[in-house]
């Protein structure tokens, strides 16, 4: 079975697959509220209007999966984006693979820290929500609407793997 190590999850890496949702130097961002609030500026490009969807904020509890983490599941969202910030102080676990057909060869691990969100774009291939360290909580913002925007692969023996952080 592969083995991957998760490695830092950064914008420049992560852009074949989505935003990360951030703030950082590295973004605009400008006084609001007279002076009061630093506004970090469009951070993600939230994707959400085919078939007349809408944007949708929810909120995912998640549980740790036993370390090391065993792949067998990925899903894409051909409809919209799908984008994850965490409410807490604890990191979390980003497993994604390109857009297009599944190909278990391509899948990366990214340890987010907190403060770091992500947004992946629509199609691309990603893991459910994978806490570290204890129950988490996340801010979802997704598309809400009809249609089916939930496509999963469940790996076979041969696809599946395991990622250490």
Not at 25 to 43: A, E, K, P
Not at 44 to 63: C, E, K, L, Q
Not at 98 to 124: C, L, M, W
Request: proline share 7%; with cysteine; net charge negative.
């Amino acid at each position: 079975m592969r083995v991957l190590t998760a490695e830092p999850l950064t914008a420049d890496v992560f852009k074949p697959f989505g935003d990360v949702i951030e703030a950082t130097d590295r973004v605009r961002q400008f006084g609001i509220n007279y002076g009061n609030t630093v506004r970090f500026h469009d951070l993600a490009h939230v994707d959400v209007d085919a078939n007349r969807g809408r944007a949708g904020m929810s909120i995912f509890r998640s549980t740790p999966l036993p370390l090391p983490v065993l792949i067998e599941l990925m899903e894409y969202h051909p409809l919209s984006s799908q984008a994850f910030m965490p409410l807490g102080p604890k990191p979390y676990l980003v497993v994604v693979a390109p857009k297009g057909d599944f190909d278990a060869a391509q899948i990366r691990a990214f340890k987010a820290e907190p403060g770091q969100g992500v947004n992946y774009h629509a199609g691309t291939w990603h893991h459910f929500c994978l806490a570290l360290e204890g129950v988490s909580d996340f801010l979802v913002v997704d598309r809400i609407g009809d249609g089916d925007n939930c496509v999963e692969h469940h790996l076979d023996e041969a696809e599946k793997l395991s990622v250490s952080i």
